[in-house]
């Protein structure tokens, strides 16, 4: 077959195999047992996924013995590194007297209390293992409380693996296009997760993020039968596009004018805020997940008291809520010492900090005579290739699909040079990362784009800004 590849992709994914044996032998030895050899879709990328063995504070080692800055951070779900001391004697103590003992536990209570005091609009909380779980939970809440079945997402929201909402996740998905009904061809078409029912769609609405003139039309229309709105106060997967203060509040308004329910998901958000509190806004419902575990699964969905007060089973015809390893002490136990290690302060300076890496990556990527925006809110970050306005996951995809082979190069570039990075472009910062350690990235990062710069500006000049291309 002819390799079109531009030169650069060669000496670029060379170094990477030639960096990473161990990881395609496992790779190849994974897939007589896995699918493709992995769990999660998402770990997979061209031309082999790095292997890592082992990770302390915010470096990983990869199978070959190779050392990464970890800016993946299991996908935001790890705030504290890797082998956190605190988090490890948490672990152990708690390992030594039982993981899950079939009973309620002291430390549910001190977790959940935790949680509380940190978020206002948290009355009451129930736990899960998972953000599925969470968002699964909060919306049947939702549809208990109200007594309606229709919910409303987000075009671009990622919520979980649960079918009301693997509807318009991601703005890649293929297969048909549904039309909405009861609203015009100018609202997003509806396109299906493969093997989520058809269904669905009978109780699930779709919206584009940050747009309040279409959220107004839609619950005027259909309120009265729509249970729930879910929606993350930043649009997460879709590329760290922050909601404006003026929807959020729109979204409140018109939830409480129809006897709807407010959902935030902060299953990624609360590692930075929890943003409601920095919005103002409270919602009725939430879903929690990710940091709350210190790196163990936990979930959590909670909010308004007289409507999580249907799951207390000393009511008439409580709502049912079970789980094998819901709410175990392992989860919870480890949870409670993350969230002790990273309350408000930490939260604040780790956001600072991550603000100042948004300029010197924009400065540095400008000095190198790229256009590129960067979105997101403090420890989390990310890159949009090219300029303009990135108000919801439409605007997101356009830049995505513009850059060719460009996120799938830079991705390699940074692991040869000893960064972990999602290709996506997505940047998560931990607690342990020093200066240092972000002045080492930084630099990476420069070399990176130089070594990239001849391939953008044959193949991309789009990307170049007008005083470099002069
Ligand atoms: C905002 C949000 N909600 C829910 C989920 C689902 O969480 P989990 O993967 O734990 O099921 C995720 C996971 O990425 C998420 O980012």
New binding site residues.
């Given amino acids: 077959m002819l390799d079109v590849r531009p030169p650069e992709a060669h000496s670029i994914i060379d170094t990477y195999r030639a960096r990473t044996p161990r990881s395609r032998q496992l790779l190849e030895q994974a897939k007589g047992y896995l699918p493709g050899g992995d769990t999660r879709t998402i770990n997979h990328f061209t031309p082999h996924p790095t292997f890592m063995a082992s990770g302390r504070g915010c470096i990983l080692t990869d199978e070959d013995g190779n050392e990464y800055l970890d800016l993946v951070n299991n996908?935001?779900?790890i705030v504290h590194g890797h082998a956190h001391p605190a988090l490890v004697d948490a672990a152990a103590k708690q390992f030594a007297r039982g993981t899950a003992l079939g009973a309620p536990g002291e430390v549910e209570a001190q977790h959940a209390q935790h949680l509380c005091s940190r978020i206002p609009a948290l009355e009451k909380v129930r736990y899960c293992n998972?953000?599925?779980?969470?968002?699964m939970l909060a919306i049947r809440t939702a549809r208990a409380f109200t007594g309606r079945d229709a919910i409303v997402k987000i075009v671009g929201g990622?919520?979980?693996?649960h079918n009301d909402v693997q509807v318009n996740m991601f703005t890649s998905m293929t297969g048909p296009h549904h039309a909405q009904e009861g609203l015009p061809d100018t609202f997003p078409k509806a396109t299906l997760a493969r093997g989520v029912p058809h269904s669905t769609l009978r109780d699930v609405f779709l919206l584009p993020y940050n747009d309040l003139e279409a959220a107004e039309y839609l619950f005027e229309r259909h309120g009265r039968r729509i249970a729930a709105i879910i929606v993350?106060p930043m649009l997460?997967?879709a590329g760290c596009i922050p909601a404006t203060a003026a929807y959020l509040r729109g979204l409140r308004r018109l939830t409480a004018e129809q006897g709807a329910l407010l959902i935030f998901?902060e299953?990624?958000?609360f590692r930075v805020g929890p943003l409601q509190l920095s919005y103002g806004v409270s919602p009725d419902l939430m879903?929690l997940?990710?940091i709350i575990g210190g790196g163990l699964?936990l979930?959590a969905f909670g909010g308004r008291d007289d409507i999580m007060a249907q799951f207390d089973p000393t009511r008439p015809d409580p709502l049912y809520h079970a789980s094998a390893f819901g709410g175990n002490g392992l989860s919870l136990t480890v949870g409670l010492a993350a969230l002790e290690t990273y309350g408000p302060d930490e939260v604040a300076r780790l956001n600072a900090t991550g603000e100042a890496l948004k300029t010197e990556l924009t400065d540095a990527a400008r000095a190198a005579g790229l256009k590129l925006d960067i979105t997101g809110i403090g420890s989390l970050i990310h890159l949009h290739w090219g300029e303009g306005p990135i108000a919801n996951a439409n605007d997101a995809r356009d830049r995505w699909t513009s850059v060719a082979d460009l996120p799938e190069l830079l991705h390699l570039a940074l692991l040869n040079r000893g960064v972990f990075v999602s290709r996506r472009g997505v940047l998560c910062l931990s607690l342990p990362m020093t200066r240092e350690d972000l002045r080492y990235f930084v630099t990476a990062w420069r070399e990176a784009l130089t070594e990239l710069k001849p391939y953008i500006a044959r193949e991309l000049p789009h990307l170049l800004r007008d005083t470099a291309a002069a």
């Fill in positions: 996908m935001s779900a998972s953000g599925t779980e969470a968002t990622y919520h979980g693996m993350e997460g997967a998901d299953c990624a958000t879903s997940s990710k699964p979930g």
